[in-house]
């Protein structure tokens, strides 16, 4: 075991946390740098990354990987404002298991007496399911030889649709939810998932950061956006702050906003990057983006490009120009993204950059 | 137009090469460099880059991409044997259309006389088709303003099997072809092909040179090699050189070879490294190599591993794990690519090192 151990960054042993856990068992804990001051230190046991108590309950309840992704990693950047990742290890949820999470999803009946969704209610006009995903990720701090609990983020992603059927062989009914609904039924149940930490030993005293995800509706071709996040250190939540996230398609459609606004000028670099590039190749099938806004700014772009089939070498110069191009035309100062593959998804090439560097990296996939 | 160039290395009119071309147009013709001393800088003509006169062809005749994509790049490496980057630009092929490709591909028959496949014979037993691709590149200097053809390499890949009918509506047999009769075939039709360049004005004196591909069976989980190259400086094929490049899958099965063999290390290798991850991580779907050999050296490595689906900060710790077991397990000194990726084939980071350093690079894609 020792030698497994060699290139991770410290072993500790941890009699407090584990008897948090209920578990005496002696375990050989460690924690992972991923080697960047913006990214948590995360918690390895006998070996082992410790992975999540509720793993893959959101993947059950029907959601796309991408929204998880969305979800999850949206989740970690709220976090990052609370509970520092040069302070603070990470850790996945160990304190709500899956089952705990399928009960407080479940709509409130007699067999679900924890169901945080509403009663159904009317079969035909039944009352919305908001409650659509929640996650845990614990923060933890190293004082010694032991890692402690020191703060959690529950994350809550509320429906911004809901399905029905009045019969059970008929049609598919769907319905929109209001957007201020779905919130303040996203922060309700926030705040009983509150009380019940409370209750808990190892959740009692600890600050918990809440965040509500609101999703997309299904025709939406961007993912969801955090909306509102609290700390709670008491046993109530006192005041919800606004979270300003905005994702836009790009190229997007004209609209009659004002040429001065921050975001047309980042639309008018991206289409000046794609008509560069479509003019240089022939038979691009299609140069789209994503562009994520944090309180009105860019904060990131991810550019798909889709070719018909090229050779290694028109792969290979491609690639080259789509990063000169991008260094003219693509804005400064955020992490950008841009996959080039075949038009059945097939990864031909990336180029990317982080957002605290000017330059790009690219690199060419390959075949023997 | 002129805009368009900015970032191009140089501008040079090209009326010689024009007029070789049978095209008295005037037309912009510029180099893109991909900014290395091992690949080649590739012609752009009016701000677009120059593709292949046959295009596409050889995606038509029924290959894979991953088979393609495997001939194209080995072709470029046994290219760079002969005309050095540093020296020759490359330029898609220019002399060989669609049309002509197709042509040469056919059986011989009274509507393709120039087929460089057998005629079919027997029904019931035909003639194998032993050419499966033929491809063209050029490599050009550069005098003052102007480019000029000084070299040509020529692909022929030769099928391992091949597939007949009986009866139209019958069922379909596959045959083996002996190595050595496909790759005779091969050089059969390349000394033919050398025939007819030289009978065109563009071609008649410069040195080609053809290169001999032949793929692995319909059952083969890794593509073909090249297995013979030669130069021709005259209207006669003087001798072949034998290419000895093989592909492994790794992990292999056990097998009774001396344990000093170089491959068996690799293997060793990499078995280390597949398990230090798969101990780490729970639900790994797979890690599997390819490995390519050049004159028993290996001579890169491509690793695929995938995963159940993973939240972001488990991708994040899971990459940054991968780098570091990758650089104390997988061999040193050449190209190491790793994928990571859903078991749909949806990429989720990657981790890579070029021949020429030691650091790795990884890249974790995002969702917003």
Redesign the interface.
């Known amino acids: 075991m020792k030698r497994?151990l060699v290139?991770l960054s410290l072993v500790v042993s941890l009699g407090l946390l584990l008897a948090a856990c209920g578990n005496s068992k002696s375990k050989q804990m460690t924690t992972?740098?991923?080697?960047s001051n913006n990214?948590?230190r995360?918690v390895?046991v006998n070996?082992?990354?410790l992975?999540?108590k509720s793993r893959?309950v959101n993947?059950d309840n029907g959601n796309s990987?991408?929204s998880?992704?969305?979800f999850?990693?949206g989740l970690?950047n709220v976090a990052k404002q609370e509970f520092a990742p040069k302070t603070y290890i990470?850790q996945?949820g160990q304190y709500l298991s899956s089952h705990t999470i399928n009960q407080w999803l479940a709509r409130k009946s007699e067999k679900h007496p924890q169901g945080l969704n509403p009663a159904k209610g009317s079969k035909d006009n039944p009352n919305p399911e908001y409650l659509q995903q929640i996650e845990e990720?614990d923060f933890m701090t190293q004082s010694g030889n032991q890692l402690s609990l020191r703060g959690m983020v529950i994350g809550i992603a509320v429906n911004s649709q809901y399905q029905y059927q009045k019969k059970a062989d008929g049609p598919t009914y769907t319905k929109d939810i209001e957007s201020s609904e779905a919130q303040a039924a996203g922060k309700a149940a926030a705040a009983k998932i509150l009380q019940r930490l409370r209750q808990k030993k190892a959740t009692q005293r600890i600050p918990i950061v809440f965040a509500i995800y609101q999703q997309a509706g299904d025709e939406s071709l961007?993912?969801g956006n955090f909306v509102a996040y609290t700390r709670a250190e008491g046993n109530q939540i006192q005041h919800w702050k606004k979270l300003d996230y905005q994702?836009k398609l790009l190229p997007e459609v004209e609209t009659t906003t004002t040429k001065t606004d921050k975001k047309d000028d980042d639309t008018q670099n991206f289409t000046n990057f794609r008509d560069?590039i479509q003019?240089?190749?022939?038979n691009l099938s299609g140069v789209t983006a994503?562009a994520?806004y944090y309180n009105g700014n860019l904060s990131?772009m991810?550019v798909t490009i889709s070719t018909?089939?090229y050779?290694?070498?028109?792969i290979?110069?491609?690639t080259?120009?789509v990063e000169?191009q991008a260094k003219?035309y693509l804005p400064s100062g955020v992490?950008i993204?841009i996959?080039i593959q075949?038009t059945d998804?097939?990864?031909q090439a990336?180029v990317?950059r982080d957002g605290n560097s000017d330059n790009y990296?690219r690199?060419v996939?390959?075949?023997?």
Chains 1, 2 share one sequence.
Do not use: C
Request: glycine letters at 8%.
């Open positions: 497994k290139s992972l740098s991923n080697g990214t948590y995360t390895v070996g082992k990354y992975v999540s893959g993947l990987i991408t998880l992704k969305s999850d990693s970690i990470f996945e990720q961007v993912g994702t560069r003019n240089f190749f022939p994503q994520q990131g991810n018909q089939f050779s290694e070498s028109e290979q110069s491609f080259q120009y000169r003219k992490p993204e996959k075949t998804n097939d990864i990336v990317y990296n690199h996939f390959s075949a023997y």
